[in-house]
């Protein structure tokens, strides 16, 4: 972790709200005011209670939710930074692609394609060629534990955990400097589990920076080089995981 | 650098008005008829470019303007306000408006193709699938009978028609199996400019899922820039990476698809994904 150099990423004051018209034009305030920075090759996890806002800050970050203000600096490979949140819908979509990433919980593979055609797929996308996007699919995959027996069938007929390796296979593949993970391991059993952990860790280790939402906590401790509580919206603390780990026990143990 | 395609101001209005009928119609007023003229404003203000190995996706209930906006970019209405601009034409300098029907029948050809949700607009039924794809092929100037069979039997293939069913009738031919040659002959001349009208709509569950993943394979592999409108989230969803969403003739929102389906901000988009989401 290289503390002293800039930023790769930079949020500052930023708000979110959701206004449902269906009941009533209510207004949800999800973030209210977050700065963070996350440095070149550092893993930097998120820890709170459920609602805390924890999604809502990678989605926000990623413009899969649109912020109410604020700003969020992208500083690709030491190159000028732009800010994600005001950049036209074109722009930011090329950016996805090569500067930042986001893996979801949840599957968001395409329907109908199969698992090692959607993994290369990816590759495809990040610049890779045609033979190294597909050797790097077959790579990745066998490293998660997903059989070559499995490689042509659509990602609709695998297992929950299945799903999630493939997902986070094609989320990494030819990382971009900076990824986004929310929850990216919570169907996997433990020996796929540290499969992946490993990845992530490797991850880091290769220059890639890294915000992620882990709800194991021996994960963060394994993982995270610093971590940032959210509460209400808010960042409560920052620290190094033993503080912070300890002291949210502490806070879940004075809501009981 | 010029987008593929650029449109700014689009509007089309049905009646004798003009643009005066504007007043009293869109979203704010929900309706499209002015009061008082009784013209249709069908669609109004509606600005959007297309860059090279993007898709635009136009999303919106039936009525809402959007099949509108795709028959003034094609040429097929003659919209009452707006310009439209391809970078293929002109460097982009020059308005489609104002060409001349001819010219804009031309374009057809080569550099701007359209795919409709009902095949019989986009073929000749009475012909074969070759037939249809050749018809295409001799417009640009094709005039090699073995050079035209060959192109003909590649598109065929790679839009999965069974080249042993290239010489039937296309009104022999299944749902399905017409959008794939109406696909192929969109595709003849390798059009930078695809615009895309419900390809799906209509068509029974499974097939049209096949032939959403062939669109989504080509849109992939020939790096145009394409316009897809559809009332159906998963379709906009599938094959586009912005979209804009309109409702009585208005565009009432733009964003990234994937923005619009999960943060959806204006009262019509939320009621919209709400119903497609459950």
């Known amino acids: 972790m290289a503390e ?69 600096w992208l500083r690709p490979d030491g190159r000028d930074p732009v800010d994600l949140l005001s950049l036209d819908e074109r722009s930011l979509a090329a950016r996805r692609v090569r500067e930042i990433g986001y893996v979801s919980q949840f ?37 998660l534990g997903i059989g070559e ?31 986004l993970l929310d929850e990216p391991i919570s169907a996997l059993d433990p020996a796929n589990r540290d499969a992946v952990l490993e990845l992530i860790a490797e991850l880091t ?23 940032i509580r959210l509460d209400g919206g808010r960042v409560a603390s920052v620290g190094r995981p033993t503080d912070i780990l300890t002291e949210l026990t502490a806070s879940i143990g004075a809501h009981r | 650098m010029t987008p593929a395609l650029q449109v700014e101001g689009l509007g089309k209005i049905y009646g004798p008005g003009g ?9 704010d007023h929900g309706r499209v008829v002015s009061p008082s003229s009784g013209g249709v404003v069908a ?41 439209i601009r391809l970078a293929c034409v002109d460097g982009g300098g020059r308005d489609l408006t104002e060409l001349g029907a001819s010219a804009r029948r031309a374009l057809r050809i080569d550099r701007l193709a359209v795919v409709y949700q009902d095949p019989a607009e986009g073929l000749d ?20 009978f073995g050079g035209i069979r060959s192109r003909a039997a590649e598109l065929m293939r790679r839009t999965d028609v069974p080249l042993d069913r290239m010489d039937d009738p296309v009104k022999e031919f299944s749902g399905g199996m017409r959008q794939r040659v109406q696909l192929a002959k969109a595709l ?3 059009p930078p400019v695809v615009l895309l009208d419900e390809p799906t709509t209509g068509l029974d569950a499974s097939v049209a899922a096949a032939v959403l993943d062939l669109i989504r394979d080509l849109l992939d592999e020939l790096g145009v820039a394409a316009v897809v409108v559809s009332h159906d989230f998963s379709v906009i969803e599938l094959l586009t990476q912005r979209a804009l969403v309109m409702q009585h003739g208005r565009v009432v929102e733009a964003g990234l698809t994937d923005q619009l389906l999960e943060d959806p901000q204006h009262p019509y988009s939320q009621r919209l994904v709400g119903a497609a989401r459950g």
């Open chain 1, 107 to 143: 599957l968001r593979s395409e329907p109908r394609r199969g698992v090692l055609d959607s993994v290369t797929r990816a590759g495809r996308r990040r610049g890779l060629t045609p033979d190294d996007a597909a050797e790097a699919a077959r790579r990745m995959l066998q490293r």
């Open chain 2, 43 to 83: 669609a109004w203000d509606v600005s959007f470019s297309v860059g090279a190995g993007e898709a635009l996706g136009i999303i919106g209930e039936s009525g809402s303007g959007k099949s509108t906006v795709l028959r003034c970019i094609c040429g097929d209405e003659t919209p009452t306000a707006g310009s």
């Open chain 2, 188 to 190: 003849a001349n390798n």
């Open chain 2, 125 to 144: 039924l009475r012909l074969s699938a070759g037939g249809n794809v050749a018809e295409r092929l001799t417009a640009a100037g094709w005039r090699n």
């Open chain 1, 149 to 179: 027996a499995l490689w042509g069938t659509f990602p609709t007929l695998l297992s929950g955990g299945e799903k999630q390796r493939v997902n986070l296979a094609a989320g990494i593949i030819c990382p971009p400097p900076v990824l």
């Open chain 1, 4 to 72: 002293r150099s800039e930023p790769v990423l930079q949020v500052r004051d930023l708000h979110k709200s959701f206004v449902l018209h269906a009941i009533g034009g209510r207004r949800i305030e999800a973030l209210r005011g977050i700065d963070l920075e996350l440095y070149p090759g550092e893993h930097v996890a998120l820890v709170g209670s459920s609602g805390a806002g924890k999604s809502t800050l990678l989605k926000s970050i990623y413009r899969t939710y649109l912020p109410d203000r604020g700003e969020v």
């Open chain 2, 19 to 27: 643009a005066a009928d504007v007043a009293g119609t869109g979203p």
């Open chain 1, 205 to 227: 280790d290769g220059g890639t920076s890294v915000l992620a939402v882990f709800h194991d906590l021996a994960a963060i401790e394994r993982l995270a080089d610093r971590v």
